[in-house]
């Protein structure tokens, strides 16, 4: 824990000399949110669920960009990883008298702290556009529950791509991943508005559960099924992202 706790001082620092890490979490979100609620708001409101024709488009809207602001967090822990590996940070780690586990959870501790005061950022944003949540504080402590779970496991699997990545643009598959998969969900629209193969693939795709249930929470709608397989998914990640990461870091530097 002493270990963990040095880590997570060292990462935070880096990110307060480094403000444009948080700067960039936000950012491209913010323009999506923009963008859709200014331009498209008008022609993908027909495309909603009766439940939610009544409202505003972004309110349909912010669940997805949430998701997106924890994704584009997740890459910058990604190139922050690299980045310590390229530059043989990680390396020197290896021969110090500390426990192995601490580098890599001060990196996932400090992403997840970061990546939850962008997505409540956002949401500020949001509110300002006319954004208007309904759900009780309970449900508003489940979202923050959710958000939480989704950036610790994208964050692991953020740190094994760092890892894996001989260089920064090693990172990029997996930067395409968490920024293009969202247009394939429920983020934007309801799938139900799609081509039938296109709206197999966002109905099965582990983003659209979580998005439901981010929005009904967030609405005060019926989230169903949404919850435990939006759950399962971000443990499911999770561990495999821990498990990734901890076997990359224990391997020869030299292979």
Same mark, same amino acid.
């Given at each position: 824990?002493? @270990?963990?706790?040095?880590?997570?001082?060292?990462?935070?620092?880096?990110?307060? $000399?480094?403000?444009?890490?948080?700067?960039?979490?936000?950012?491209?979100?913010?323009?999506?949110?923009?963008?859709?609620?200014?331009?498209?708001?008008?022609?993908?409101?027909?495309?909603?669920?009766?439940?939610?024709?009544?409202? @505003?488009?972004?309110?349909?809207?912010?669940?997805?960009?949430?998701?997106?602001?924890?994704?584009?967090?997740?890459?910058?822990?990604?190139?922050?990883?690299?980045?310590?590996?390229?530059?043989?940070?990680?390396?020197?780690?290896?021969?110090?008298?500390?426990?192995?586990?601490?580098?890599?959870?001060?990196?996932?501790?400090?992403?997840?702290?970061?990546?939850?005061?962008?997505?409540?950022?956002?949401?500020?944003?949001?509110?300002?556009?006319?954004? $208007?949540?309904?759900?009780?504080?309970?449900?508003?402590? =489940?979202?923050?529950?959710?958000?939480?779970?989704? =950036?610790?496991?994208?964050?692991?699997?953020?740190?094994?791509?760092?890892?894996? =990545?001989?260089?920064?643009?090693?990172?990029?598959?997996?930067?395409?991943?968490?920024?293009?998969?969202?247009?394939?969900?429920?983020?934007?629209?309801?799938?139900?508005?799609?081509?039938?193969?296109?709206?197999?693939?966002?109905?099965?795709?582990?983003?659209?559960?979580?998005?439901?249930?981010?929005?009904?929470?967030?609405?005060?709608?019926?989230?169903?099924?949404?919850?435990?397989?939006?759950?399962?998914?971000?443990?499911?990640?999770?561990?495999?992202?821990?498990?990734?990461?901890?076997?990359?870091?224990?391997?020869?530097?030299?292979?």
């Amino acid at each position: 824990m002493s @270990d963990a706790v040095t880590m997570v001082r060292r990462n935070t620092k880096h990110t307060l $000399r480094n403000p444009s890490a948080v700067i960039m979490t936000i950012g491209m979100p913010v323009v999506l949110l923009l963008l859709f609620v200014g331009v498209f708001g008008g022609a993908l409101n027909t495309g909603l669920p009766a439940i939610r024709r009544d409202g @505003d488009y972004i309110d349909y809207l912010v669940a997805g960009i949430l998701l997106m602001t924890v994704g584009y967090g997740s890459t910058t822990t990604a190139l922050a990883v690299n980045r310590d590996m390229t530059e043989g940070v990680i390396n020197r780690f290896r021969t110090m008298a500390i426990s192995r586990a601490s580098v890599l959870t001060g990196h996932v501790v400090v992403s997840t702290v970061r990546t939850l005061i962008s997505a409540f950022l956002v949401i500020g944003v949001a509110m300002l556009l006319g954004f $208007r949540p309904t759900g009780d504080p309970v449900r508003w402590l =489940a979202v923050i529950g959710m958000l939480a779970l989704l =950036a610790l496991a994208l964050s692991w699997l953020a740190v094994a791509v760092g890892l894996l =990545a001989r260089t920064a643009e090693g990172t990029s598959p997996f930067v395409l991943i968490v920024q293009v998969l969202p247009f394939l969900s429920s983020a934007f629209v309801a799938p139900d508005a799609m081509s039938a193969p296109v709206r197999w693939f966002a109905t099965h795709e582990p983003f659209t559960p979580i998005i439901d249930t981010l929005r009904g929470l967030l609405l005060d709608t019926p989230v169903e099924d949404s919850g435990v397989l939006a759950v399962a998914w971000c443990v499911g990640l999770g561990l495999v992202g821990y498990l990734w990461a901890r076997a990359l870091f224990r391997r020869d530097p030299s292979r």
